[in-house]
């Protein structure tokens, strides 16, 4: 392999075999049942020796200091770094994919760095870095590296970020998120026709990984909607999905809704008008949702955080630069009180701003 880095074999968790002599991986709804030598369609779990292994562990695709409003969370610790990584693969078969060439990768070539979860930590505290974010593909699908990578970064005191679509079984469901501090989850749509038909997948799973995460975790919780032109960007989806998040986690859970552009499969879209963004967050906030955000775009209201009791400006943003930041100590409004819904440092110093810091770990 070009890279020089061989193909890991790490122990996979959750399989059983099948009385036809297929091994079925319980990972995620897909249920791949694989004979020897078979990969599942995530492509990186793979059936060696009559056991599921991953062959991911270990390496990645590249490791990124960002600043964490880009995973996007923005009440998890704003203005702070973020250690990204991701590995190759998903599982899940997005035709609009943003990130194809590393979620959708079929060359182990593509992992040109690699790292302990040991040597991950250190390097994060090494970064100044606050936390670690598993992005770029889903950690579902490297759910034993990333957990490992968690335990690590706990122990060194730093924490772990899910970025993920959420399609995963419930009982891997409760042992990974419970090894992570927050997770923004790509919700893609929000009818059974669009999963099916643009992803591959199913809304139901989902949508139980969001109320699982909000009432059931500890993990904070954040939402991030790509918004395709003429598939999932109509007034009444958009209210569906508004209603939803506000009966089923309430209306403090942050709520992202991104530009797309044409990638991929499907070249054929034109990109997402910065109007269309406006208009669904305006939607969102009328359905009683406070913290509702664009991303993808220039848009200094969309990006900023207001109070949800009196409406009062608390972090302005200008794309991921932080400017105007009014929190007090306890995370509350200086204007009424009420404190902010999330996760704030007491003190906020200089925020990380818009860089993007590549580091080499191998």
């Known amino acids: 392999m070009s890279s020089g880095v061989a193909e890991s074999r790490h ?3 959750w399989w059983h075999r099948l009385e036809d002599g297929r091994i079925q991986c319980d990972l995620c709804p897909r249920d791949c049942r694989l004979h020897e030598g078979q990969r599942g369609l995530c492509f990186v779990r793979q059936r060696i ?42 599982n899940l078969a997005c035709k609009f994919c943003q990130n194809w060439d590393i979620s959708k990768s079929r060359e182990m070539d593509r992992l040109m760095d690699e790292a302990t979860p040991e040597r991950l930590a250190e390097a994060a505290i090494e970064s100044g870095c606050r936390s670690v974010a598993f992005t770029y593909n889903d950690p579902v699908i490297f759910a034993e590296y990333a ?52 992803t591959g997948a199913h809304l139901a799973p989902v949508l139980e990984t969001l109320e699982y995460i909000h009432h059931e975790t500890d993990c904070w919780l954040e939402i991030t909607t790509l918004l395709i032109p003429g598939l999932n960007d109509s007034d009444d989806e958009i209210e569906a999905e508004s209603r939803w998040v506000l009966e089923h986690l309430g209306p403090e859970v942050p709520l992202h809704f991104t530009a797309f552009h044409p990638d991929y499969k499907m070249t054929d879209r034109p990109p997402t008008p910065p109007a269309t963004l406006t208009r669904a967050r305006r939607i969102a906030l009328d359905q009683g949702l406070k913290h509702v955000y664009t991303g993808n775009v220039h848009d200094g209201a969309g990006g900023s955080t207001y109070c949800a009791g009196c409406s009062a400006l608390l972090i302005e943003r200008d794309w991921y630069q932080i400017g105007d930041y009014r929190l007090t100590a306890e995370g509350g409004c200086p204007e009424c009180g009420r404190r902010l819904a999330g996760h704030f440092a007491a003190r906020f110093e200089r925020g990380f701003g818009r860089r993007r810091i590549p580091v080499r770990l191998a």
């Open 49 to 90: 020796d009559d056991q599921m292994v991953l062959t991911t562990w270990g390496r990645s695709s590249g490791f990124c200091v960002d600043p964490i409003e880009k995973k996007p969370l923005n009440h998890f610790h704003p203005g702070s770094s973020v250690m990204s990584f991701g590995t190759a693969g998903c």
């Open 147 to 198: 957990m490992d990578c968690a335990d690590a970064c706990h122990a060194r005191g730093v924490m772990t970020v899910a970025v993920t679509a959420g399609y995963i079984h419930a009982e891997p469901r409760r042992v990974f998120y419970s090894k992570m501090d927050a997770a923004n989850v790509d919700l893609k749509g929000f009818t059974e026709a669009f999963y099916f038909q643009q």
């Open 11 to 13: 122990p996979g968790r």
